[in-house]
């Protein structure tokens, strides 16, 4: 009887032991699973939002163009990768909701290619809302090749609705800044490098 008795103890335990493992196995599927998922869905609310100054994407204009200007300013910086890297012209005035083209710069000062990514903001943060753009050279990464110099395009427009916004009131700039830095793990840059170090010995 005493065995029998220890024998269901010890199934009881096996059993709880198997549940609190599975329990813990799931929670850190679970975990993982939010890790990867976390990264888009940041992005995702800051599209949403312009949380950060994200600005905003769109496939065509403004519906309408008002008489009110703004003053959009252009500002670009590097990080660890050697190009140049600025604005063609550092400001304009533009209609808010006027469809407007700009060009940023960049070249390879490097004797290797090396692909170029860029990072962005807008400031006021909140301006980020009401700030699109059709198109843009951030959207996808840049390779250059040793020297070689590239005009990138940056199509946008300040949406109207930024008129009504209660924190707008009284705005007069936006400053559209760049910051471009080499893609993390880049094998073309660091594959061709390698070659020129093996020549040259």
């Excluded at 209609?95 to 083209?101: A, V, Y």
């Amino acid at each position: 009887m005493t065995e029998n008795l220890d024998n269901s103890g010890a199934t009881k335990a096996r059993r709880f032991n198997l549940t609190v493992a599975g329990t813990c196995a799931a929670v850190v599927v679970g975990m993982v699973g939010l890790s990867f998922a976390a990264v888009p869905l940041y992005r995702a609310f800051c599209q949403a939002t312009g949380y950060g100054g994200t600005t905003q994407r769109s496939t065509q204009g403004a519906a309408e163009v008002l008489d009110q200007t703004v003053n959009v300013r252009f500002d670009a910086n590097t990080s660890n990768i050697p190009w140049s890297f600025k604005p063609e012209q550092w400001q304009v005035n533009v209609k808010i909701g006027e469809t407007k083209q700009i060009f940023y710069v960049a070249q390879n000062l490097s004797n290797h290619t090396i692909r170029g990514r860029a990072g962005f903001n807008v400031t006021p943060e909140f301006a980020g809302a009401y700030f699109y753009k059709i198109q843009c050279f951030c959207f996808n990464d840049t390779t250059l090749k040793p020297g070689e110099k590239l005009e990138m395009p940056v199509v946008f427009y300040v949406d109207p609705a930024i008129v009504k916004a209660q924190e707008a009131k009284g705005l007069k700039a936006i400053t559209l800044s760049y910051t471009m830095f080499q893609v993390p793990g880049d094998k073309v840059s660091a594959a061709e490098t390698k070659s020129k170090t093996v020549a040259n010995n």
